[in-house]
């Protein structure tokens, strides 16, 4: 998958291109990284970047010609791609909107800063206005990071099926995953489920399911509600 960033700060992605399961992606060419600045695309006699908001109101935007250069010039990555907008007006990310991304080769991110981008570039070109929550952050960067993670782990390569199976989302038809525990048995007093020290793997699986509910019911019932109202 390329990975094709429309960012005014390449710099502020560094620390994450050299840790965890991104580091593992571009180290085996599971995915390739690019950057588009939209600074570089300024005319010669024009040093700003953003100008007022027609109508008035507070902030500033991004000029929308370049990002247009930017989206021009990314779309020539490949031809299976698709244009994301990373704004908190976008729709949250979840698995369903996960699963249509993960069908194309080539994701071009807008990463918005100052009041956000003209609304015609929003309705021309981006094909995916996404939020990852109902929340402000100070820059499409921060949001973008969240977005290429979730990308990465699920890309084929990087995470073993049997560990992506047990995470939350996936673990039991979508639900969150069961409580887990480690040495010692006992803890201040608090001891590890028996059923979990028993060697019965096939009760252990049940007990597994049985924490899946309990776990989905007491601190997102919304996801049971949405799965058996299917």
């Known amino acids: ?3 094709n960033l429309i960012t005014f700060n390449p710099n502020f992605f560094t620390s994450i291109f050299n840790n965890g399961l991104i580091y593992k ?5 599971i995915v390739i990284f690019n950057f588009f600045n939209p600074r570089l695309f300024l005319d010669k006699n024009d040093k700003n970047i953003n100008d007022k908001i027609y109508g008035g109101g507070p902030g500033v935007l991004i000029k929308p010609k370049l990002l247009y250069l930017c989206i021009s010039k990314a779309k ?10 990373l704004s908190p007006q976008g729709s949250i990310i979840n698995k369903n909107i996960l699963i249509k991304l993960l069908k194309y080769k080539s994701i071009i991110l807008i990463c918005g800063r100052y009041s956000g981008i003209d609304e015609r570039i ?7 206005e996404i939020s990852i929550g109902d929340y402000v952050v100070s820059c499409g960067e921060i949001s973008s990071i ?4 979730i ?4 890309l084929p390569g990087i995470i073993n099926n049997f560990s992506n199976n047990y995470d939350s989302f996936n673990f039991n038809k979508g639900l969150l995953g ?16 028996k059923v979990l020290l028993s060697g019965n793997h096939k009760k252990i699986y049940k007990w597994k399911i049985k924490s899946s509910f309990k776990n989905t019911i007491k601190k997102k ?5 949405k799965i058996y109202e299917k």
């Open 1 to 3: 998958m390329y990975i």
């Open 25 to 29: 992606a571009i180290k085996n060419n």
């Open 76 to 85: 020539k990555v490949s031809n299976n791609y698709c244009i994301i907008y």
């Open 122 to 128: 929003i309705n021309k070109y981006v094909d995916f």
């Open 146 to 149: 969240v977005i290429i993670d």
């Open 151 to 154: 990308l990465i782990r699920n």
């Open 178 to 193: 069961c409580s887990n525990y480690t040495k010692p048995k006992i803890f201040n007093g608090m001891k590890v489920p």
């Open 221 to 225: 019932f919304y996801l049971l509600k």
